[in-house]
């Protein structure tokens, strides 16, 4: 359309692929694609959004009072320094919307998270790649890549696609090395699966320059409701705030994620199966001579030899009704990340990988 032109980088942008979730002609599908919580969500979430539903006809709350509050008292936070986003990617958005621009530099890893590239470009600013050392963000290499324009620095720990995380350390003398305007953003999508982890709390409480995001997506079994959060410093979470639309959250997902974060049993059982299984599923793997980096979250980054055979696994798999995840636009060509998914998908996925190991096509 002649003379009707996007802002500029929107055209930069490369469509996010999200994970499969069928096959055609293959029912009974086991989906080990987008790192989702197999056994759903708590039944307590479950029920409060069938209690939830007669008010369908009502605004939602704005200020998401009652969800930041049971946010604050699970994770020991302060309510007022949360807000809540229509999953943690929106939260992402609203960083970059605030803090970025054009003439901006928005710092990622190279193994990092799709949508960091993808929300810089919405925003007019400059992605800048940043290489990880063998599958590991290396704060060296971020510290080297800062300069006078860069404004947001995003690393997820634990990092998807490849599971690894940094220690707290590393990441304190991180956000204690950068730029004076630069703000350090720990995506902590998976870091529930890390016992002991606080995701960055403790840090966001004693720094004025760090923003942690977090999701009901993952532990919590919520990826369908959209509900993410994120912690920072009063002011940022203040700016944050002005750019949020009113309603971004609808009130199902609300009770779905207050009642969620509320089940401390279920969650608990959630992340000791799956730290249980995560370890058969690399050992089983393993034994098919298929390496993986030791994982800290809800999936395996399985190594093959070239993409080349990444590529055939994972078409074998396909028609095996087993869905995993490609990586290859996150420069992982010879590797597939397979969620650790309840016993059975795990045995089956390990069970099929060796067939194809052993010669099955
Ligand atoms: N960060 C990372 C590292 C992720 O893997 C994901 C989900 N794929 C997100 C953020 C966004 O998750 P959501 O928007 O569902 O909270």
Redesign the pocket.
């Known amino acids: 359309m002649a003379g009707i032109e996007p802002q500029p980088g929107i055209m930069e942008i490369s469509l996010y692929v999200g994970g499969k979730s069928s096959v055609e002609g293959v029912s009974n599908i086991v989906k080990l694609s987008s790192?989702e919580n197999p056994y759903g969500p708590s039944p307590a979430a479950q029920e409060a959004v069938r209690r939830s539903l007669h008010e369908m006809h009502r605004y939602p709350p704005t200020d998401h009072a009652a969800l930041r509050e049971a946010i604050a008292e699970a994770h020991g936070l302060e309510a007022d320094r949360i807000i809540c986003g229509v999953?943690?990617?929106e939260v992402l958005q609203f960083l970059c919307h605030a803090y970025a621009g054009a003439g901006d530099e928005v710092i990622h890893t190279e193994h990092g998270?799709a949508?960091y590239r993808i929300l810089a470009h919405a925003v007019g600013a400059t992605p800048v790649e940043v290489p990880e050392r063998e599958r590991v963000v290396c704060v060296d290499s971020i510290l080297e890549a800062c300069t006078e324009r860069t404004r947001l620095v995003f690393i997820?720990n634990p990092n998807?696609p490849t599971g690894t995380m940094i220690g707290l350390s590393e990441i304190e003398r991180l956000a204690a090395n950068l730029p004076e305007r630069a703000l350090l953003v720990l995506?902590g999508?998976y870091a529930e699966y890390v016992e002991g982890y606080d995701g960055g709390a403790k840090l966001v409480h004693a720094r004025d320059n760090v923003v942690m995001t977090r999701?009901f997506?993952k532990l919590y079994g919520l990826?369908g409701m959209r509900v993410?959060w994120g912690y920072g410093p009063r002011e940022i979470i203040d700016v944050l705030n002005r750019i949020r639309q009113p309603f971004n959250l609808s009130g199902v997902a609300l009770a779905a994620a207050e009642a969620a974060v509320r089940d401390s049993a279920y969650v608990e059982k959630s992340r000791s199966e799956n730290t249980r299984l995560r370890a058969w599923l690399a050992e089983a793997l393993a034994e098919h001579g298929v390496p993986s980096d030791a994982s800290t979250a809800n999936f395996v980054l399985a190594r093959f030899a070239d993409a080349e055979e990444a590529a055939a696994c994972d078409t074998y798999l396909q028609g095996q009704g087993i869905l995993v995840r490609r990586v290859t636009g996150y420069k992982l060509p010879a590797a597939l990340r397979i969620t650790v998914g309840d016993e059975a998908s795990c045995r089956r996925v390990a069970h099929c990988i060796g067939l194809f190991k052993a010669g099955a096509r």
């Open positions: 790192n999953g943690s990617d998270f949508m997820a998807n995506d999508a999701t997506s990826g993410g």
